[in-house]
């Protein structure tokens, strides 16, 4: 059996949703269609899912909510039209809409309730479109199953949520399930971060044992780095688990790097493919691959990092030192990326987005005090370069090539990170050299022939 899903821009009109039916026609494993809430359908369009995010404000601030939920039934009447269905279905979404909205109730799981309806209604629209023309569909709530955990811990699907599901897609009919959410025990709505219907896709994907996740987006295939920044970089065929993690987390936004766990468990490969060119292989990312002649697959930049540096003279023999300074950044709530460190002097790298100032006032003061470093300050406006390769293992000398392409740019390295697995090597430079970086790394190690 497949798994499929089908994110927001495959899903946001009459005309995607044709596509997509073809897609599911032509392979009967295809049991299991995941579904996202309507997406852009061109640049300046609004996402169904953000439509909603604002109504719930409006509903929460007690301002005015027709017209918006208007414009949010109207996505769906206009999908209804074009795929030639009555208006029955979009009476069923409107009264589902406003029974959300009655049930106004603390705020954060409010707006989870109506966020989700965005996949919830389209899931149930496109099943009777399957039915419609003649393709056996059944809608499958996550009440039926999909078993998440309870606030405030972000949201996961709990272990018992493989074992409900297992059965999902063993009858006759297609399955049609919305993604991005679940239902804790007692039976409360919480929804994954955004771009999460590929989380429940990977879920569904382990739950039945699938052969395959096919994740249905926008774009050919993952490329070997960000096209917006690098001209026509080349696309990836085969990248490890490892490797789409590691370029994940520096910006890789294709597929949701928390999707990756449920699969990566069982080793069930995921393709990523094109609902508008379903016949290009797309990426698949499998547990191992060969070699294909280049040590480095991908290269990401991601900004908006802090450090905060902290020295103190004969560092290296206190013992629990850096125990205690990542306890001072764990009480404020906030995670960390990386820790470089020398003999004396330590960095803790974080995302800036998890600082305030008088956090940061905070952290520097315990520090000082507890900890009776010598010198201690944050420094902002940081990227990290990551340069991801299961080959890079076998290759001597691919530091030193990055480092000197990086220099070329006239960018400090401000911090080198490789992990002992030598699948990523991450440097620390300033925000304004990360595209001249990007540019410059592609060209050395993507450019002209293969290395
Ligand atoms: N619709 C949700 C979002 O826009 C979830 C998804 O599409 O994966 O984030």
Do not use: W
């Amino acid at each position: 059996m497949i798994v499929c899903k089908f994110g927001g821009t495959s899903v946001a009109s009459a005309e995607q949703i044709k596509k997509v039916t073809n897609i599911v026609q032509s392979n009967p494993k295809r049991k299991i269609v995941v579904v996202s809430a309507p997406g852009k359908r061109f640049s300046d369009d609004i996402k169904v899912t953000d439509l909603l995010i604002d109504l719930a404000d409006a509903v929460l601030k007690n301002s005015e909510v027709e017209e918006k939920l208007q414009n949010v039934i109207n996505r769906y009447k206009d999908i209804a039209a074009g795929l030639g269905l009555d208006n029955k279905i979009c009476e069923v979404i409107e009264q589902d809409l406003r029974e959300r909205i009655a049930l106004k109730v603390d705020q954060e799981l409010f707006i989870d309730t109506l966020k989700a309806s965005g996949e919830d209604n389209n899931a149930k629209l496109i099943a009777e479109y399957f039915n419609s023309i003649g393709i056996p569909a059944k809608y499958v709530s996550p009440k039926e199953g999909l078993v998440v955990n309870n606030p405030p811990e972000r949201t996961f699907a709990l272990t018992e949520t493989y074992e409900n599901l297992k059965d999902l897609g063993k009858g006759k009919e297609s399955i049609v399930f919305p993604g991005f959410f679940g239902y804790t025990k007692d039976g409360v709505l919480r929804t994954f971060d955004r771009g999460g219907s590929d989380i429940t896709g990977s879920i569904l994907a382990a739950a039945v044992g699938a052969e395959l996740y096919e994740n249905f987006t926008d774009v050919d295939c993952v490329f070997s780095a960000n096209p917006k920044v690098v001209n026509d970089p080349i696309g990836i065929e085969e990248i490890t688990y490892r490797e789409m993690r590691e370029l994940s987390y520096a910006g890789f936004s294709v597929f949701h790097d928390e999707a990756l766990i449920p699969v990566f468990k069982l080793a069930i490969p995921v393709n990523i493919k094109n609902t508008n060119n379903p016949s290009a292989p797309g990426t698949r990312i499998v547990p191992t691959r060969k070699p294909n002649g280049r040590p480095v697959i991908g290269i990401a930049a991601d900004h908006g990092f802090s450090t905060l540096y902290v020295s103190k003279y004969l560092m290296n023999r206190e013992v629990g030192f850096g125990r205690k300074l990542l306890q001072i950044i764990e009480e404020e709530n906030i995670s960390y990326e990386h820790t470089p460190s020398g003999v004396d002097d330590i960095s803790v790298i974080l995302r800036s987005d998890q600082l305030t100032p008088e956090k940061e006032d905070r952290i520097v003061k315990r520090v000082k005090e507890e900890l009776h470093a010598d010198d201690v300050y944050f420094r902002h406006g940081f990227s990290m370069i990551v340069i991801v390769g299961e080959g890079m293992r076998n290759n001597t000398g691919l530091a030193a090539r990055a480092a000197s392409v990086i220099s070329s740019t006239g960018a400090n390295i401000e911090m080198i990170n490789q992990g002992s697995s030598e699948v990523s090597l991450v440097f620390g430079v300033l925000q304004q050299y990360e595209n001249q970086c990007l540019r410059a790394l592609y060209e050395e190690f993507f450019s002209p022939v293969i290395v």
